[in-house]
């Protein structure tokens, strides 16, 4: 049995769900936003604390390999060796330290060191106040040096070296510095009016009744993006119906597909639901929407979104994508593939997305997204037409696989993309948007219509 070794009072109940939460998250595989929202729910905290707690995850998290550098800084050995715990309470300790300006150096490494006698071994305590106490002194030692490189750009801005060196390949140095940096804020919030019960005219005055500061999308007629905002649980049009988060880029891909009222349509890959049902309130609630996925637990989450929203016209069921083609060979005036993807366009949103995400794994993406789209063609009726899109810049992922499939497929033919756009017609046959500071989301769209 431990001896009790460690003062409770003395113990921050946040930083303590903090390093749980990191503990699941790095040494258990759980998704960040998951693990969070879960350890949220079992704790009372006020609004002061939940968000206090979710800068010390999201930031943790996103710091990544940056924060394994500056702690390398006080060690002796490397922070591999160090106990698992250990260097969660660590990890969060440095964060405060360099990331988090308004946090007492007291208060940070004085609760790390009740923690660390409470999770670790016997002269933990001592171990994590020495380290946290010498950065307190001698902050220069973390610094990051200055350079031009792909390593230390990695670390300036908290990303796998990987993934910065195929950007410098891709785009160059400055535009990869501005992603990564782009990549570090937070992303804009914004809404999709549910038309179906409600105009935008009249949900901004309900939102500025309520204290919301928002304004009408430039890029679509049915989206708003707030820029100041309480919790979003006690926001009342959302729990109502009355509207949908979701992003700008992302409520471009069903005004592209422009799905008419009456109309058949599938949806290849259709969890959570956003495009499926932002479809229907296009097609007025009238037609059919076949919305489909292959993950069992995520159709809850189509059938639940349609539901609050007042959708009644969308059918799930579970189903890969790739075999819709035999089953529904010739049935769809209108078929989308929002395909998966490396997500590399909303990384902002995902803090532990830049690290999960392995170069190995990009290879057979390409391959998975043909896969998907050869079948979701063979669904398409003639004069129909399909639409792919994914949240990455990848070119492997977006114009090659479009390239391909149209090669392999003469009956179908590229759109004007841009054309299609419901407020920017752009004089393009596929539409790229690129994540911006303030702006929206990375995407990439195409439009092509069967014969």
Known sequence: ????????????????LAVQVLSEVCNEGAYANVALVRAMRTARLTDRDRRFLTELVYGTVKAGDTLDYMIAQYLTDGIERVQPQIREILRIGIYQL?????????????????LAKKYGRRGADSFVNAVLRTAVRTPG??????????????????HPLWMVERWIRAYGYE????????????????????????????????????GVTAVPSERVPDGIVVTGHGGLDALTPLREGLCQVQDESSMLVAHVLGAAPGMTVIDACAAPGGKATHIAQLMENRGHIRAFDIYEGKISRIENNAKRLGIDIIETAVRDAREIGVRFAGTADRVLVDAPCSGFGVLRRKPDARWRRKRAELKNLPKLQREILESAAAAVKPGGALVYSTCTMEEKENDRVVAHFLEAHPEFTLAETGAFLPCEKRPERTVRICPTVNGPDGFFIARMERL
């Open 141 to 158: 030692r973390a610094e990051i040096p200055a350079g031009r490189d792909a390593r230390l750009l990695a670390l300036r801005t908290q």
């Open 175 to 210: 535009r990869t510095e501005e992603l990564c940096r782009c990549n570090n804020t937070s992303a804009p919030l914004s809404l999709r009016v549910n038309t179906l019960r409600t105009t935008r005219d009249a949900l901004l005055a309900q939102l500025w009744a309520a």
């Open 1 to 16: 049995m431990r001896e009790r070794r460690y003062r409770a009072k003395k113990i921050d109940p946040v930083r303590e």
């Open 98 to 114: 360099f990331f988090m300006n308004k946090v007492p150096a007291s208060a940070a490494c004085d609760t790390a060191v009740e």
